[in-house]
């Protein structure tokens, strides 16, 4: 064997320079793994960094972002349901509840309703029934064909100019013009965002065939709109200004409705109306849309 050969001296130097070599070669490969677990982690922290650094820039972008007038119209028929939800949901339905009134001299009018209606391509062409009942009468007021009379004790009959004019608002100035926008061929235009009361707005104005403009301000956050505002013109007098404030908001068959509607005149609140039940789907009878003197 070599081992016998070598004399004991450079035997113990060669064993002496191999152990030392093998030891060099432990320590560099110590090393180099030090180093690349050092530059790993140097690169796990900038990628960290850069990742976070990009989540920070999109929340930026996202918080800086600027939406169109449609594109503010479009999510808030996202939020309340859809367009196609909407269409095939509340094509037709009953809605009841309760109205209170605060009249000129200020007294209380309490009525309890029934609202059925069924929804076609336009809301000029729609079908609403308005079945109320007040201690001392009860009455109906129809909307057909473009057309409004009233019925009751079964007759029909023409409703005062004031009664007319109300009801014809609520239907034009509403959340659903907005939600049907495109289909009733109505413009719109963001005027702006605002802030009051510590909620950030959109506000929207919506302008229908006829040129009759309802401003709306829609929750930046929600994209619910809390309250709407009208004029409507007064006869020899200034125009009179409308609000209506909606709250209560509630999921009715995958789409949304508020179930509480304050309604002011100049300032002053002048009607409250409240949702008991409403049921979309229902299928309702036609007659009921009908005059009685046809």
């Known amino acids: 064997?070599?081992?016998?050969?070598?004399?004991?001296?450079?035997?113990?130097?060669?064993?002496?320079?191999?152990?030392?070599?093998?030891?060099?070669?432990?320590?560099?490969?110590?090393?180099?793994?030090?180093?690349?677990?050092?530059?790993?982690?140097?690169?796990?922290?900038?990628?960290?960094?850069?990742?976070?650094?990009?989540?920070?820039?999109?929340?930026?972008?996202?918080?800086?972002?600027?939406?169109?007038?449609?594109?503010?119209?479009?999510?808030?028929?996202?939020?309340?349901?859809?367009?196609?939800?909407?269409?095939?949901?509340?094509?037709?339905g009953v809605e009841r509840g309760r109205i209170t009134r605060v009249m000129a001299d200020g007294k209380i009018e309490e009525a309890t309703y029934e609202r059925r209606f069924v929804r076609v391509e336009s809301a000029d062409k729609d079908k609403i029934r308005l079945d109320q009942k007040m201690p001392t009468i009860e009455y109906s007021l129809i909307f057909g064909e473009g057309r409004l009379w009233g019925v009751i004790n079964g007759a029909a009959f023409t409703p005062r100019q004031d009664a007319a004019d109300a009801f014809l608002s609520q239907h034009r100035h509403s959340i659903e013009s907005l939600l049907r926008y495109k289909e009733n061929g109505a413009t719109i235009n963001l005027v702006g965002k605002d802030k009051q009361k510590g909620i950030d707005l959109y506000v929207l104005d919506l302008t229908d065939k006829d040129k009759r403009t309802t401003r709306y301000y829609i929750s930046a956050r929600t994209f619910h709109v809390l309250w709407l505002e009208y004029e409507e013109a007064s006869p020899g007098a200034a125009p009179l200004k409308y609000s209506k404030r909606f709250s209560d908001y509630r999921y009715a068959q995958s789409t949304l409705v508020p179930y509480r509607t304050i309604l002011t005149q100049d300032g002053k609140q002048t009607q409250e109306t409240r949702i008991l039940t409403v049921t979309f789907g229902i299928k309702v009878d036609d007659t009921l849309f009908k005059n009685p003197e046809a």
Do not use: C
């Open 1 to 92: 064997m070599l081992r016998s050969y070598l004399a004991p001296p450079v035997f113990a130097a060669l064993l002496l320079a191999g152990t030392l070599s093998l030891t060099g070669s432990s320590t560099v490969a110590t090393q180099n793994n030090q180093n690349n677990q050092s530059n790993s982690a140097a690169k796990n922290q900038d990628t960290e960094k850069n990742e976070k650094k990009n989540e920070k820039q999109e929340k930026i972008d996202r918080n800086q972002k600027t939406f169109t007038t449609e594109q503010v119209a479009e999510l808030t028929v996202l939020v309340y349901g859809s367009r196609p939800v909407l269409a095939q949901i509340q094509r037709n």
